[in-house]
T-cell receptor
């Protein structure tokens, strides 16, 4: 398996624009996580899906952030409108179930100018 | 509030040295503790610990959990420059699926 695949790897956008980050989890994994990593706050969980259903979105910073998982092999994280403070590395991770370790994708480095 | 604290924040050693990284936690309904290594990009999984006193080992790396004292250590023996990375500790709790991450220990191994 190729592991968790994220795209794009880098994104530079202007403030106010819509940004969509994409993730393909490892085949057969039932749990999918979106994390954000910054120097100041470290790794923070944004949202967690189990069997394509959002279970916990309490980490989503505000209504500008939304996430979907239309099927078992694809998820998106959308920011609309984007702001400079959203600049961070966004990781997607998946695990077989909640009791097993999560595997991380390579991340998307987002810069909002 | 659940929290995970790692120490030291950073460490510089020479090749061949042995290092011990610490992770302490205060959480409700502890389920597991995980160690990850983060080099340039994605954190990569090292160990998952759920039971006290049972050492997990992989090559030069080993880790153990103390659920009474609420901490774990990660040992790296005979360090190499390739061990230079940020080592992250995360704790999971029953009833939620969140990984609560510490801020990490930045290890630099000098040749």
């Amino acid at each position: 398996d190729a592991g968790v695949i994220q795209s794009p790897r880098h994104e530079v956008t202007e403030m106010g624009q819509e940004v969509t980050l994409r993730c393909k989890p490892i085949s057969g994994h039932n749990s999918l996580f979106w994390y954000r990593q910054t120097m100041m706050r470290g790794l923070e969980l944004l949202i967690y899906f189990n069997n394509n259903v959002p279970i916990d979105d309490s980490g989503m910073p505000e209504d500008r952030f939304s996430a979907k998982m239309p099927n078992a092999s694809f998820s998106t994280l959308k920011i609309q409108p984007s702001e400079p403070r959203d600049s961070a590395v966004y990781f997607c991770a998946s695990s077989y179930d909640v009791n097993t370790e999560a595997f991380f994708g390579q991340g998307t480095r987002l810069t909002v100018v | 509030e659940d929290k995970v604290v790692q120490s030291p924040l950073s460490l510089v050693v020479h090749e061949g040295d042995t290092v011990t990284l610490n992770c302490s936690y205060e959480v409700t309904n502890f389920r597991s503790l995980l160690w990850y290594k983060q080099e340039k990009k994605a954190p990569t999984f090292l160990f998952m610990l759920t039971s006290s006193g049972i050492e997990k080992k992989s090559g030069r790396l080993s880790s153990i959990l103390d659920k009474k004292e609420l901490f774990s250590i990660l040992n790296i023996t005979a360090t190499q420059t390739g061990d230079s990375a940020i080592y992250l500790c995360a704790v999971t709790t029953s009833g939620t699926y969140k990984y609560i991450f510490g801020t990490g220990t930045r290890l630099k191994v000098l040749a």
